[in-house]
T-cell receptor, first 111, second 111 residues
């Protein structure tokens, strides 16, 4: 079992709709969770970080964490064509300096 | 943008030659990471460092070595380059359990 799993997609969403991206992780002691966006040919850039159960909102983005289910998600409201990118989920474990990434989900927003 | 510089940005090298990639930071962050990114595999951790002269292996460390003699520099060496090491290499830095910031990447081609 991979430490961090994501559906590779591609995920296609109409412009203006909500895009939902999901990530599961295997290590129960994971403590820090991150969503990165990566445009083709560019480096990953941080969108959201979340450290405790519940929802965290930042503009059109909402991160949701459920540690009991070992599940973290990213919602993008009012999706725009500029949101088309690959989204990477990353997890850091307690007492472990490693930062582990999923394989990423490719999102396409259809105008 | 976080002060991270990778060099070179592009390199073509021959099979069997040693190659060194450099990551330089101006943020005085404790943790530094080297990842490789290949289609279908996401970001895979090669090696990481949690302080000067303190390094550890990631999930794909075979064929690679690292050194960190100063806080600001983290070097990745391919001891004898192979075609399977053709990839995009990213350096990242972080402080504590917080998010990591990425360099611009190095595209390495082994012919």
């Amino acid at each position: 079992q991979k430490e961090v799993e994501q559906n590779s997609g591609p995920l296609s969403v109409p412009e203006g709709a909500i895009a939902s991206l999901n990530c599961t992780y295997s290590d129960r002691v994971s403590q820090s969770f991150f969503w990165y966006r990566q445009y083709s040919g560019k480096s990953p850039e941080l969108i959201m970080s979340i450290y405790s159960n519940g929802d965290k909102e930042d503009g059109r983005f909402t991160a949701q964490l459920n540690k009991a289910s070992q599940y973290v998600s990213l919602l993008i409201r009012d999706s725009q064509p500029s949101d088309s990118a690959t989204y990477l989920c990353a997890v850091r474990n307690f007492g472990n300096e490693k930062l582990t990434f999923g394989t990423g989900t490719r999102l396409t927003i259809i105008p | 943008d976080a002060g991270i510089t990778q060099s070179p940005r592009h390199k073509v090298t021959e099979t069997g030659t040693p190659v060194t990639l450099r990551c330089h930071q101006t943020e005085n962050h404790r943790y530094m990471y080297w990842y490789r990114q290949d289609p279908g595999h996401g970001l895979r951790l090669i090696h990481y460092s949690y302080g000067v002269k303190d390094t550890d292996k990631g999930e794909v460390s075979d064929g690679y070595s690292v050194s960190r003699s100063k806080t600001e520099d983290f070097l990745l060496t391919l001891e004898s380059a192979t075609s399977s090491q053709t990839s995009v290499y990213f350096c990242a830095i972080s402080e504590g359990i917080t998010e990591a910031f990425f360099g611009q990447g190095t595209r390495l081609t082994v012919v």
